[in-house]
């Protein structure tokens, strides 16, 4: 059987999430009960390894410099939402990292959005500051706006930032540059990211000839090569920077061979830089991602890896399989989430990625990593109201979490995005919030409680850190008795939150059916349950399933957690006197996800082991 044909069958047997409220404990009146079993061969070795950073995110370049200048790295509570998800990748790129200059001068102008929209396009590019030894407080804004003001570092406190954000003299701001970059990467540094930059592919170019969508002209690397010499010079800036990526979906833009000229020009500059002889350098090399593209047809990955094989590091690809998300009912369809998110993957076409990097990246040591995704690239399309950051998204990112670990090629998923200010966001200031419609219940604006709200997502991610390992188990199985089911997958535990040797099931039950999964094994010890369903209605015409908040085991997590009462997300416990964990039946409650530990597994799963 070849790699591909194993890992198509794998994709269809592997699926599971699981989430189950206390008050669903009893079957569901009118729901009909579906039966089935997932038995882990003990015997076989695992089907894939992935990192301990391979949940990880993705953020715009644009979005980045706002946060910047918000002041929201250097927030405890900011930081303290993101060191929950740690180690994990942090991609920072997106259209506008094409369009980003590196600035060293110390002094500059700098507004609302540097980047000027034209369409697809920004016509202008902005500032990233680097190399700067001081700042100094924002004096026109102080003069023209009585409650300014100024940390003794010369930033804007959070709270002066968003009252100028809202105000019609924002554009008074005269803001001093500081080391955007090195705040950027202190923060990655803080809350245990490792970052993969994305460099400026479009600086020098006409990408507005003819009004077309081709960009022409040369590429001008002299602003790059100014700024990857001083990130070489000056190592410990960055100690959290893991490598380079080039470009942002641009196959449409730039032809293939202008895509692979770019990529070994910069695999060519970084290594002049990194193995040279420049002042205070470094022997270490630095690794070079690409081409972040979107398209996986035509035989352009293939073409693309196998034309830098011995060169770059990684591939690196984007996918948003629901596409617009106007269907909104694929989240809910069993077969969708089995097959739509990479086999039949309509927008990327993903398993045409995997399958050109079976062929020729693999062999060469190349990394793939799927460095954007989401159930969808257009923010709140569906009829029946906003998904992204709602409850009903938690279907697809569990899938999809569960079934790229198990392909065997993919060693990062990047969640578009961690703070995006508007409803892809996993962590957002609650200021920008409401304008997205993320704060809306009932046809009203939810009262703020904190500085930042969390998606429902959010909780997804922090559970699947703390609970799933690197390791996915081979499971099979069993035909659904009754309907259609759940998906169902298997993974070792994650040490050292479980303790060694434990197994975790990861059961998605997308369905209106009650179902029961009889998972491998005799009971032994305690079975632990983290279920998850849906919060509040947000009233309106949304359904349930567009709830803005998530429970676990019944108990409504906050939407505003803090740094000082962030909820236990503490699990329900089953022993062995319970009838359900003597048969090891796991009740998956109609429309539910979640995770099932099993801490002592009987018999015992040896791969898990240490």
Known sequence: MSHCSKYVTVAVTTLAVLIWPCHAMDRRAGASVVTGSAVIDKSSPALATVPREYLGFGEEMDRVQDLLIGGNFENAEFQYLFKQLGPAYLRVGGITADWTYYEASSTGQRGK???????????????????????????????????????????????????????????????????????????????????????????????????????????????????LHYVHDNPSICPALIGFELGNELFTHLDINTNIADIVELVNIVNAIWNGETAGGSDTSMAVYGPSTDHCLDGQPFAFMNATRHQITGYTYHSYPNRNNINAGNLLNKTWLEQGIIQNDLHAHSIECIRAWQKTGQTAGMKLWVTETNSAYAIDQSPQGPILNRFLNGFWYLNSLAQYAATDAVTMHGRWCMSSGNAFGLV?????????????????????????????????????KRLVGEKVLPVTISSWIGGDGATVYAFCGAVPHLPAGSVVYVITNPTTDEVHVQVSGEASGTRQEYILTAGNSPGGNSTLMHSPTVRLNGDI????????????????????????????????????????????????????QP
């Open 113 to 227: 959005s540097g980047h000027k929209l034209g369409g697809y396009w920004p016509t202008k590019e902005r500032p990233l500051s680097y190399r700067i030894v001081g700042a100094r407080c924002m004096e026109q804004c102080c003069r023209c706006i009585v409650y300014c003001h100024c940390l003794t570092d010369g930033h804007m406190d959070g709270s002066t930032w968003h009252k100028l954000r809202s105000s019609s003299v924002f554009s008074c701001i005269n803001r001093s540059y500081t080391d955007d970059f090195g705040r950027l990467c202190k923060f990655a540094k803080n809350v245990n990211f490792s970052l993969l930059f994305d460099l400026n592919e479009l600086h020098g170019r006409n990408c507005h000839f003819n009004d077309t969508v081709k960009c022409v002209g040369v590429w001008n690397t002299t602003n790059m090569k100014q700024f």
């Open 557 to 608: 997590l906050p939407l505003f957690p803090g740094d000082t009462d962030f909820p236990p997300l503490d699990p329900r416990q089953y022993t062995t006197e319970d009838k359900q964990q003597a048969q090891q039946i796991v009740v998956m409650p109609p429309l539910s996800y979640g995770f099932v530990v099993l801490p002592q597994p009987a018999p015992s799963i040896p791969v898990c």
């Open 428 to 464: 957002n200031d609650t200021q920008t919030l409401p304008l997205q419609h993320h704060l809306l219940e009932g046809g009203s604006e939810v009262e703020s409680t904190g500085t930042y709200a969390v998606s429902t997502d959010y909780y997804v991610a922090v559970l699947y």
